[in-house]
């Protein structure tokens, strides 16, 4: 039999084979172009991750860049309209207050950074200089140069209280620097000068340590200086000015990305590579027994037909919808999507105009596209009515056909543009109350100041804080607490008008802000009516609860032009409000922020006088009321400031308390009052004040029992004296520390009872020893009938609690006898012995008759 070799099948030729390996080869070309193409993606993804880190740093250190400037500026304000500053650094030079009483001294370099200061004077010469936090013989323009006399020109021109700044180079090193003219500020004693005005110039260089600590604080690597040829790859941020640049480590997440991803993607790609050869080489075996001409057609049919019937189920599963309209813009398909998707019928939509449907912000479709430039460019969203008459949202896109009209896809997105809209209200308005956040009514106050002239629409602010809300949340819990919350905001927004803006910026804290021109007369009425409204009863979770409110008044342009500085003055006059005793209104006044700068210098001069042991005791006689007996002594902390002479508590022990302060001045006196009673006869007892904040966070019980041991004081010697302030905190904390002490054998009193909050039922609760009646009472023993009355029933109920009773403030005879025939237990005050010093102490002590019983 004759050999033919091997036989092709019908419709199989060497031409068809060849077809199938270019069709192989072609598609393997493809996947490596497909690999090519994703690893290139890759490394773009990965630069822009790099990109935006580094410009998130950029916009980081910029921000902290312009903090510094706005901090510096507001310092240097505060110094330069101090009329001290302006007496004793320009119309004199008086090292010895701006130095050594360290005014203008040591802590601007120490507590705040500023590494020089200069005083230019009249001439131009530099009067006073500070550098490194010492006093230095310093001319300004060693440092500054020729800037210097731009710097003074430019700062003379500029209005006091509007601090010039500019960023220098100071040998290499970029320096932040801040100059104003020199003001008696709104101080009525002193008069200022008609000649040129002294320039005070705070100088604070972005040193390496300066760098890296604020690079530290942005989680920001090795922030410095730019030298004079970058560093390869390393971003920088040019300082204004032309002080120089500063460059950075950047953290190229991107690079991270890349180490994780290339190498997988690697290894996908020769696992593709390795299935492309096996396909390769099993096509072309399928070539060589490829079916007849007539199979391939009709599987090539029916591949077709599947295909189809592929693309009309993912068309119809799909949430958009299909749509085409004619050259008229009339539909003339919509897939059965749309009715599912909208409501509507298809047959009844077929034939209506797009413009009929679809509309956008612009109004109809048509004049869109008309304009092909835009519809390359952009998707548009439009809105419709769906079936239930309700507006819905979509994303529209389209191409045009060959012949006339368009076609394409509706997505519906109301849910997403829905969600976005909340968000947007979310960010710019309190979760809780529904009021305007911080972040709203910051760009409500900037639109007043900057949109509208100042001088013509003023605008007023009110902050306005709740007093008495802690116990709320304390005694009824955080949901009543918010339910108080809530219908104040109701209040307050009944109390203003609709162009009138309500904000909530803290917990209790709330901010109205008034645009328009507003009488004296008609801001007082304002104010009454918030204060009435929050002080009407409230009624949460079966209880009736009461607060007040306290407010602080700035207005503009009388007191500021910008947003933050306004809301910093009303701050400073609710502060004044909620000093002159809650529950009414201040104005802010120019002496305000005197008084403020006044209280912050005697807050550190109290710091210093704490270290340095400069308080001193006085001892306050206590004498049993039968036979005048002494029992003891309470001792008084006094401070002999070097300005202001002595001082008495009720002038630094609040300023202790707001600073934080109290712990180390209560630790003082109690140590130097135990140690000095030590030496007393052994019956004799001292008596210490306790504020009601050491309740809270200072550890009393261990640092009482620490002081005992110390000073070798019996426990029984010692009467701790308390106001009914700690109260108003969490009672069982109060009741826990009061046993804790009762446990080490102190003595426990209540001062100034029946002047606070008490009630009887947590005086029958408490540990005490004794109850002290305060000095108003005693003042009205004399004239008015009805405060021996209440001085009678206060020593009655101290009796019926088995409580020892003592009268403050005994200032007559008279006074005295009433309070022998009411049977008083002890007394004090200056008819029987005013305050005396620890040497005064001991001489009393040592006249006592030989055989006189001090005991109680």
């Known amino acids: 039999?004759?050999?033919?070799?091997?036989?092709?099948?019908?419709?199989?030729?060497?031409?068809?084979?060849?077809?199938?390996?270019?069709?192989?080869?072609?598609?393997?070309?493809?996947?490596?172009?497909?690999?090519?193409?994703?690893?290139?993606?890759?490394?773009?993804?990965?630069?822009?991750?790099?990109?935006?880190?580094?410009?998130?740093?950029?916009?980081?250190?910029?921000?902290?860049?312009?903090?510094?400037?706005?901090?510096?500026?507001?310092?240097?304000?505060?110094?330069?309209?101090?009329?001290?500053?302006?007496?004793?650094?320009?119309?004199?030079?008086?090292?010895?207050?701006?130095?050594?009483?360290?005014?203008?001294?040591?802590?601007?370099?120490?507590?705040?950074?500023?590494?020089?200061?200069?005083?230019?004077?009249?001439?131009g010469a530099t009067s006073y200089a500070l550098v490194a936090g010492q006093l230095a013989a310093v001319d300004a323009r060693t440092w500054l140069g020729q800037q210097l006399a731009t710097l003074v020109e430019q700062t003379r021109l500029t209005p006091a209280g509007n601090p010039v700044s500019r960023y220098v180079s100071i040998g290499g090193t970029p320096a932040l620097v801040a100059a104003d003219v020199l003001s008696p500020g709104n101080d009525p004693e002193v008069r200022a000068d008609a000649g040129p005005q002294s320039v005070v110039i705070f100088v604070a260089r972005l040193d390496p340590p300066r760098l890296l600590a604020l690079g530290k604080g942005l989680d920001i690597e090795r922030l410095q200086v730019a030298g004079g040829t970058p560093a390869s790859g390393l971003p920088q941020l040019v300082l204004p000015d032309g002080a120089g640049a500063l460059q950075w480590q950047p953290s190229q997440p991107g690079h991270q990305l890349l180490v994780l991803v290339m190498p997988l993607l690697l290894l996908a790609g020769l696992l593709v590579g390795a299935m492309a050869a096996v396909l390769l080489r099993r096509a072309a075996l399928a070539a060589r027994v490829m079916d007849q001409q007539m199979h391939a057609l009709q599987a090539g049919r029916a591949a077709l037909?599947?295909?189809?019937?592929?693309?009309?189920?993912?068309?119809?599963?799909?949430?958009?919808?299909?749509?085409?309209?004619?050259?008229?813009?009339?539909?003339?398909?919509?897939?059965?999507?749309?009715?599912?998707?909208?409501?509507l019928s298809r047959e009844a939509t077929l034939g209506q105009s797009l413009d009929d449907l679809l509309s956008s912000e612009q109004g109809g479709l048509s004049p869109w596209l008309a304009q092909p430039e835009r519809r390359s460019r952009e998707v548009l969203q439009c809105t419709y009515l769906d079936g239930s008459r309700q507006s819905r949202i979509c994303r529209l896109s389209l191409r045009a056909m060959p012949g006339g009209g368009y076609r394409g896809t509706a997505s519906d997105i109301t849910e997403e543009v829905m969600a976005r809209r909340r968000v947007e209200y979310l960010s710019q308005h309190d979760t809780l109350t529904g009021l305007a956040n911080r972040t709203r009514m910051q760009e409500f106050l900037e639109g007043k100041l900057l949109l509208s002239p100042p001088l013509r629409e003023p605008l007023l602010m009110l902050s306005v804080d709740l007093d008495r809300f802690k116990p709320v949340n304390d005694l009824l819990?955080?949901?009543?607490?918010?339910?108080?919350?809530?219908?104040?905001?109701?209040?307050?927004?009944?109390?203003?008008?609709?162009?009138?803006?309500?904000?909530?910026?803290?917990?209790?804290?709330?901010?109205?802000?008034?645009?328009?021109?507003?009488?004296?007369?008609?801001?007082?009425?304002?104010?009454?009516?918030?204060?009435?409204?929050?002080?009407?009863?409230?009624?949460?979770?079966?209880?009736?609860?009461?607060?007040?409110?306290?407010?602080?008044?700035?207005?503009?342009?009388?007191?500021?032009?910008?947003?933050?500085?306004?809301?910093?003055?009303?701050?400073?006059?609710?502060?004044?409000?909620?000093?002159?005793?809650?529950?009414?209104?201040?104005?802010?006044?120019?002496?305000?922020?005197?008084?403020?700068?006044?209280?912050?210098?005697?807050?550190?001069?109290?710091?210093?006088?704490?270290?340095?042991?400069?308080?001193?005791?006085?001892?306050?006689?206590r004498y049993r009321l039968v036979g005048r007996q002494l029992v003891g002594a309470e001792a008084q902390v006094r401070w002999q400031h070097p300005q202001h002479g002595l001082l008495g508590p009720e002038v630094f022990v609040p300023i202790a308390e707001d600073s934080g302060l109290i712990l180390p001045l209560s630790n003082w006196v109690l140590h130097a009052a135990c140690k000095t009673a030590q030496a007393w006869p052994e019956p004799l007892r001292i008596a210490v004040k306790v504020s009601a904040s050491e309740f809270q966070r200072a550890k009393l019980v261990p640092r009482i029992k620490a002081v005992l041991e110390h000073s070798g004081l019996a426990p029984e010697r010692l009467e701790l004296e308390m106001t009914d302030k700690l109260l108003l905190d969490d009672r069982r904390q109060v009741l826990e520390v009061m046993r804790g002490l009762k446990a080490l054998g102190v003595n426990l009193l209540m001062d100034d009872f029946g002047s606070g909050h008490w009630a009887l039922q947590h005086l029958q609760n408490l540990p005490l020893d004794g109850l002290k009646v305060d000095r108003s009472f005693v003042s009205a023993l004399v004239d008015n009938p009805a405060g021996r009355s209440i001085v009678q029933a206060v020593i009655d109920l101290g009796h019926a609690l088995s409580l020892r009773v003592i009268a403050e403030g005994v200032a007559s005879a008279e006074q005295f006898e009433i309070l022998r025939q009411v049977r008083c237990d002890e007394v004090q005050g200056p008819f029987l012995a005013g305050p005396l010093a620890a040497e005064g102490l001991s001489t009393l002590l040592a006249e006592l008759p030989a055989n006189a019983d001090p005991t109680p």
């Open 1 to 123: 039999m004759e050999n033919h070799g091997p036989v092709l099948p019908q419709g199989s030729s060497p031409s068809n084979q060849a077809l199938t390996r270019v069709t192989l080869f072609g598609c393997c070309g493809l996947l490596l172009a497909l690999f090519l193409f994703t690893a290139m993606l890759l490394v773009y993804i990965a630069l822009e991750q790099n990109h935006s880190a580094e410009q998130h740093n950029r916009l980081d250190i910029d921000k902290a860049l312009q903090t510094l400037a706005s901090s510096t500026r507001t310092t240097l304000k505060d110094y330069a309209l101090w009329g001290d500053a302006y007496q004793n650094l320009h119309l004199k030079v008086d090292i010895d207050w701006a130095f050594t009483r360290q005014n203008f001294g040591p802590t601007l370099y120490r507590d705040l950074g500023f590494d020089a200061v200069f005083v230019i004077d009249a001439h």
């Open 305 to 343: 037909a599947a295909s189809e019937a592929r693309f009309r189920d993912v068309a119809e599963a799909a949430s958009d919808w299909i749509w085409e309209v004619d050259a008229h813009l009339r539909f003339t398909y919509l897939s059965e999507r749309f009715q599912a998707v909208t409501g």
């Open 477 to 621: 819990g955080h949901g009543a607490g918010d339910q108080v919350l809530h219908e104040v905001s109701r209040r307050l927004c009944r109390c203003l008008r609709s162009e009138d803006l309500v904000a909530r910026v803290g917990g209790d804290e709330f901010v109205l802000v008034v645009p328009g021109h507003v009488a004296q007369v008609e801001i007082e009425g304002l104010c009454r009516r918030v204060i009435e409204q929050i002080e009407a009863p409230f009624y949460v979770a079966g209880h009736e609860v009461f607060i007040s409110a306290s407010i602080g008044i700035a207005r503009a342009p009388a007191d500021a032009l910008q947003a933050d500085e306004l809301l910093r003055l009303a701050d400073i006059a609710l502060y004044e409000a909620k000093a002159a005793g809650r529950s009414t209104w201040r104005f802010y006044a120019s002496q305000m922020n005197a008084r403020i700068v006044e209280r912050r210098r005697l807050e550190q001069d109290l710091r210093q006088a704490i270290e340095q042991d400069q308080l001193l005791l006085q001892f306050q006689p």
